[in-house]
């Protein structure tokens, strides 16, 4: 009875290992253009993680950051977890950003400045 379940046993694993695929290891050459690319990819992974790092060091940030009930260093962990297409897409709305304030003071400016042509030329 043991030698039936051995033998059966044996020829399933036979099978199994010819029916599974073998991979076989290749090396080869690998161009220039390959090389820098994958050196150029990995200095915009880590330009991304830095610029995304330092929008979370400021200090409205943080604070922002702190009002939400989020510790700033939990926040850099979760950076240090993204994926390099999501700090890409990070990054880059990081820079999209207005560098300054908001258009409320050109616009207010707009409206003096139409306000005071309409003066000039439509007083009597």
């Known amino acids: 009875m043991k030698s039936v379940w051995t033998r059966t046993i044996c020829r399933l694993l036979v099978a199994l290992m010819i029916w599974a695929p073998y ?10 253009e390959q090389a820098a690319a994958a050196t150029q990819a990995a200095g915009n992974a880590a330009a991304d993680r830095s610029t995304v790092l ?6 409205e940030v943080a604070s922002q950051l702190q009002s939400l009930g989020i510790d700033p260093s939990t926040a850099q962990a979760r950076v240090a977890a993204l994926s390099d297409q999501e700090l890409q897409g990070l990054a880059q709305r990081i820079q999209a950003m207005p560098a300054g304030a908001s258009d409320a003071g050109a ?15 439509f007083r009597k």
Request: net charge positive; charged share 5%.
């Open 23 to 32: 991979h076989i290891a290749q090396a080869g050459m690998i161009g220039a």
């Open 54 to 59: 330092n929008y979370l060091g400021r200090g």
């Open 107 to 121: 616009i207010l400016l707009l409206l003096v400045v139409i306000g005071v042509v309409w003066w000039f030329f």
